[in-house]
């Protein structure tokens, strides 16, 4: 049975689709707005961990929509949240997709999508929402990423990802300015796979 | 690496136990008060699965306080906690056991580790607490279960399983009496596993 993996091109979700390798057919899925190359970011990635992958699509007005979140609230997390919903509903519609898979871990907090909203998707769209790693704490999940992957690991606004904030930092950097990135968004370290432990 | 797998014999726990034995070398193991031969009925459910087994004994002051809580509260859900997150303990506590695991869903809600509690438990300890299923709903362990388990279910009162409430529902009946238990215990479906599915 496939799995479709939503892909950023980092180690979590890189991990959740070696997780469900072995139970499943993996198919990683990367979610954009055609606003950066994001697609070909990702697809480099999952080449190297040799999963096949297809990138989707999303609606403009959800970028349209998660911008005029961000702008209003001043800091990332219900933007983020807000395409994150999306992004798994978007892929659950697909007649083809029965399960919908993420990287989220135990510790994460954004994206995160509450309890009713995960039954409402399952529900509506007849598919099973899997967060392999949602049972792995932080330390768990680097010792698996230190046995699996290889990894180039650095600041947010150095290492470009295929994830909802590269697109909405670009967004702002493109309508409002530089400044209101540094503004909106804290700075973390951000992960990219660049190879596979066999 | 080994990773020790809180086992009941139930569906759950053997699900989490195949989930990691992909990248770990599984350890199961059924903690109890030698109320019941529990080890035994653990060790035949092991032995279908082909997974190693020990019995571990918890300290008989672990069931005395849970029989006191679940006698004050009327219902099972903190005796049952109590259990567990000492049972996490005791076997975290081992110099040899780095990853506890256990079979918790993303739908559990007894027994359950707050995450102050884990955090607690993976620091004092050094050990990696992992729940393989907590990013799993109900159906999609379920899809699981029928791919690679041989499972018999009752209700709770019918299928002898290697977990705490069993231990705890006989002192209640030695102590106090059978009415007592189905005053405290809902009736519930239980799991015991019978085989592997290759």
């Known amino acids: 049975m496939k799995a479709s993996v939503l892909f950023s091109g980092?180690?979590?979700?890189?991990?959740?689709?070696?997780?469900?390798?072995?139970?499943?057919?993996?198919?990683?899925?990367?979610?954009?707005?055609?606003?950066?190359?994001?697609?070909?970011?990702?697809?480099?990635?999952?080449?190297?961990?040799?999963?096949?992958?297809?990138?989707?699509?999303?609606?403009?007005?959800?970028?349209?929509?998660?911008?005029?979140?961000?702008?209003?609230?001043?800091?990332?997390?219900?933007?983020?949240?807000?395409?994150?919903?999306?992004?798994?509903?978007?892929?659950?519609?697909n007649d083809d997709v029965t399960i919908v898979a993420d990287g989220i871990r135990r510790d994460d907090r954004v994206p995160l999508l509450t309890d009713p909203q995960i039954r409402s998707i399952e529900d509506r769209y007849g598919v099973h929402y899997i967060c392999p790693l949602r049972g792995y704490g932080r330390a768990a999940v680097n010792m698996l990423v230190r046995q699996y992957l290889v990894i180039e690991e650095g600041q947010s606004d150095e290492i470009l990802k295929a994830d909802y904030e590269t697109e909405l930092r670009e967004v702002i950097r493109q309508r409002i300015g530089q400044d209101k990135i540094a503004e909106i968004f804290p700075s973390h370290i951000q992960s990219r796979v660049t190879g596979l432990i066999k």
């Not at 997780?19 to 990683?28: A, G, R």
């Not at 190297?48 to 209003?72: P, Q, T, Y």
């Open 10 to 93: 980092g180690k979590d979700s890189s991990l959740s689709a070696i997780l469900l390798d072995k139970f499943f057919d993996i198919e990683l899925v990367t979610c954009g707005f055609s606003v950066l190359p994001i697609g070909d970011i990702a697809q480099k990635a999952a080449a190297k961990l040799g999963f096949s992958h297809v990138v989707l699509k999303l609606d403009n007005e959800i970028l349209e929509k998660a911008f005029s979140i961000v702008v209003k609230d001043g800091y990332p997390k219900n933007a983020i949240n807000y395409i994150h919903h999306k992004a798994v509903e978007t892929l659950a519609l």
